[in-house]
Structures are given as C-alpha cells and as structure tokens.
C-alpha cells in the first residue's frame, strides 16, 4: 500500500452486529477519508475526519482518529447484507497544487443475512 | 446529479499496444486524479492534474502519458500495454485542489484488459 494498512483484511458478521475496521497510516495528514468500493465499481465517499477532530459520526457510520497513533477506525453499526462492500481509508498527503488521496489496502466485508 | 464519466468501460487490447482511457469530471471541478487498481489491491495514485497542469505524479510507467484539456476531461494514454496493466482504472474529480478536506468523487471505472 501507498500509505498504510488495514485491519482486518477481511470481516464476515451478520446482520445486525457492528463491524469495526481500522486503519493505519504513515505521514502526517490533513484529513482522513473512508471509502466504500462494490466489487468492481468505482468508489464512493463516505465520510471524512479532519486532523483536529478525534470522533465522527454520519447515520450508522462511526469514525475515530488518533493522530498520536497515526490510526483510524470505521464503525459500521447494525450492518444490513446491503453493507457488504470494501472498505478503505484514504489520506490527503499534501503534494504539488493538489491534496491527493492515498489509499490503504482495504477491508472486505461481508454481512451474512 | 451528474457523475464522473469515464469511458470506455471495458477495455480489452493485445500486448504492445496502445490504449486511451477517458474521463469528464463534474462539472466545475477543476481538479482530475487519476489511479489504478489490480485485482485485490488497493487504488495507486498515478497522476492529478489541476487546472490543466499536471500537479502530481505516482507511481506512473514511463509509458503511461496524460493531459487535461481545456473543457476539463482528461486523457489517459497508454503505450506498449502490458499483462501487469491489466486493472481498473478510476478517474476522480473534486471541486478545488487547493481547498483541504475536500471529498474525490469517482467514476465507475474503466476495466482494461491486456492478452
């Protein structure tokens, strides 16, 4: 990965249950991003933490930051089957006129019905 | 809402040839990223572009070139195609570049497939 890990690699829950991923990081950042990915198609934003900000919430979503740790955690509460997804976070390293997003290797998730 | 575009979707050529992947961001974004995608990896960012200059560049091949044009859609141009190319291929817009905290929104991907 370009910048950090994820854990787990892989989650299967059932429906109902709470699922927790984690992400860590290498550089400093500006903000945090989590990403969902169906199989094969493009990914859609989620939800997005600043450095300053230790704890995000959006509906059934729940992010944590801790730049101490250079880590992250997504909280997906009272997961559906539809939630069944990749999962990745992503950083916005500073570089050139652009923040670029650089992605970690992602959790798959599986929510069993 | 209007979305990323990219086309072709699906792309399949031969080894050593040439292949051009295009991509028209929202409009008045301003900002075009560029990242590849192997099966069960995570995106690569391979280049951005902001305002019609390139602004960053990955992990991009030598053989792999890009440009913004003027209407803001970009090109992704890609010679002497290998297996390892073999990927999705995602192009990104967002609204400023220069603005932080701001969200990437993707397309749905070109699938290209070398044989």
Redesign the interface.
Known sequence: ??QGEEDPQALSIQEGENATMNCSYKTSI??L?W?RQNS??????LI?I?SNEREKHSGRLRVTLDTSKKSSSLLITASRAADTASY?CAT?AY????????????TLLAVQP | AAGVIQSPRHLIKEKRETATLKCYPIPRHDTVYWYQQGPGQDPQFLISFYEKMQSDKGSIPDRFSAQQFSDYHSELNMSSLELGDSALYFCASSPSGRVVGTEAFFGQGTRLTVV
């Open positions: 990965s370009q500006n903000n991003q990403y094969g198609r493009g990914l859609v934003h997005l600043r990745f916005v570089g050139g006129a652009t923040n670029k997003l650089i992605f970690g290797t992602g």
